[in-house]
């Protein structure tokens, strides 16, 4: 079994809509992250957790908001979509004990906008 | 403008070349990191160099972190096939100053190696 899993893997919707990506880990990792992946950008980071109290912005939070339900969950989700939000969207954990931050990523959701 | 620039962003080369990828930042990074990831798959990582000119193999992928730590290189003897993917660099920048050892990420290098 994946150890990092996201659904759903695919996902169109309709510009307004609300839309929520869920991510669960079977690592035991302390912390989640949310990226989002465009051509020729890289993974550009959209929230961070280091525990299931701590809740950090990224570098393109705006438009999107998370919830760290348990240690093992991490939840993203749009408000209200917009076409620019078509990407694909990955979880990621890390282990804090680990001294450089090695991150597994889970398969990612395609998501698109219309 | 991305802290970390590689090139070329795209490469497509026949099977049993050699062939080098490159991360360049004007920034020194603690740490550089490679990742290679696969159509439908999230990114894997490959390796970790931590010292100025380290090099690491890798079987046929060598990698090497720059003297200043301000770039990285992913060269491919005789790349096969199964070597076809987007080879991410990933770094911590040396002046972060948040909690943890946050990742940024290079624009990626997509390499296809036909037979």
């Known amino acids: 079994d994946a150890d990092v899993t996201q659904t759903p893997r695919n996902r169109i919707t309709k510009t307004g809509k609300r839309i929520m990506l869920e991510c669960s880990q079977t690592?035991?990792?302390?912390?989640m992250y949310w990226y989002r992946q465009d051509p020729g950008l890289g993974l550009r980071l959209i929230y961070y957790s280091f525990d299931v109290k701590d809740i950090n912005k990224g570098e393109i939070s705006d438009g999107y908001s998370v919830s760290r339900q348990a240690q093992a969950k991490f939840s993203l989700s749009l408000e209200s979509a917009i076409p620019n939000q078509t990407a694909l969207y990955f979880c990621?954990?890390?282990?804090?004990?680990?001294?450089?931050?090695?991150?597994?990523f889970g398969p990612g959701t395609r998501l698109t906008v219309l | 403008t991305q802290l970390l620039e590689q090139s070329p962003q795209f490469l497509s080369i026949q099977e049993g070349e050699n062939l080098t990828v490159y991360c360049n930042s004007s920034s020194v990074f603690s740490s550089l990191q490679w990742y290679r990831q696969e159509p439908g798959e999230g990114p894997v990582l490959l390796v970790t160099?931590?010292?100025?000119?380290e090099v690491k193999k890798l079987k046929r992928l060598t990698f090497q972190f720059g003297d200043a730590r301000k770039d990285s290189s992913l060269h491919i003897t005789a790349a096969q096939p199964g070597d076809t993917g987007l080879y991410l660099c990933?770094?911590?920048?040396?002046?972060?100053?948040?909690?943890?050892?946050?990742?940024?990420f290079g624009g990626g290098t997509r390499l296809m190696v036909k037979p």
């Open positions: 160099v931590v010292t100025g000119g």
């Open positions: 990621a954990t890390s282990d804090r004990a680990r001294g450089t931050d090695t991150q597994y």
């Open positions: 690592k035991g990792h302390d912390r």
């Open positions: 990933a770094g911590v920048p040396a002046d972060y100053v948040g909690a943890g050892n946050m990742l940024t």
